[in-house]
């Protein structure tokens, strides 16, 4: 399985091409895969910036911390776009949200074609535990399977939730503006206590939750 490390921070709206024309060309001039990354994603979701790390193994193991070969000059260039969100910013690991929950079948087998999604949300603050157990609940019945669920794990930052889920992508796309099943409606009745809509102002349905894709990187060798 993919070890994933999500950064979120504030980004200017409109400036993604810009962001991902850094990346881009860092990417291009440098062998983030020698410092074991073999992919990443950044994305947008209203003021929001994400950026999903993917690598072969956690750092804490592998004790390939460095996340790019030219970390500084690309902190400087998307500088003027990109800024720390939490109230409590100090240092760049401080971008970093924590894992508080992660699923996959006990089997351990994944369709052959899946996509990434990415869900962004508010989270009540300290509510980690609650939002865990609710999908720990939902997880052992038979939603993800019915929704080509094949991984699934939950991150937090500040008030700023964060729900990547790995899913079959033929069944992801039948169900993009489908969200009817009863046991999903428990699903998030269970969770609304504690889960909001980022922007609650313009929220229409589960879709708008969804961020946005404008910049992909994998390793080829």
Excluded at 78 to 106: H, L
């Amino acid at each position: 399985m993919v070890f994933r490390n999500v950064i979120v921070c504030r980004m200017v709206p409109g400036s993604e091409g810009t962001v991902g024309d850094v990346f881009g060309y860092y990417d291009r001039t440098t062998r983030p895969q020698d410092l074991g990354v073999i992919g990443r994603i950044l994305l947008s979701h209203h003021d929001l910036y994400l950026h999903v790390i993917e690598r072969v193994q956690d750092p804490k193991i592998s004790g390939q911390t460095r996340g790019l070969p030219a970390f500084q000059k690309i902190a400087e260039a998307i500088e003027p776009y990109v800024t720390p969100y939490p109230r409590y910013w100090k240092n760049p690991s401080d971008s970093v949200a924590k894992e508080f929950y992660r699923w996959a079948p006990e089997d351990g087998v994944a369709p052959e074609d899946t996509t990434l999604t990415v869900i962004v949300q508010r989270i009540k603050p300290g509510a980690e535990a609650d939002v865990a157990r609710i999908f720990a609940e939902s997880d052992a019945g038979p939603l993800p399977a019915e929704l080509g669920v094949a991984a699934r794990f939950l991150y937090s930052i500040d008030d700023v939730f964060v729900h990547l889920i790995e899913q079959d992508a033929s069944v992801a796309e039948s169900l993009r503006h489908n969200h009817q099943k009863p046991a999903f409606g428990r699903l998030m009745a269970e969770l609304a206590p504690y889960v909001e809509a980022y922007r609650p102002e313009s929220w229409r349905g589960p879709q708008d939750a969804v961020a946005t894709v404008f910049y992909r990187w994998q390793a080829e060798d």
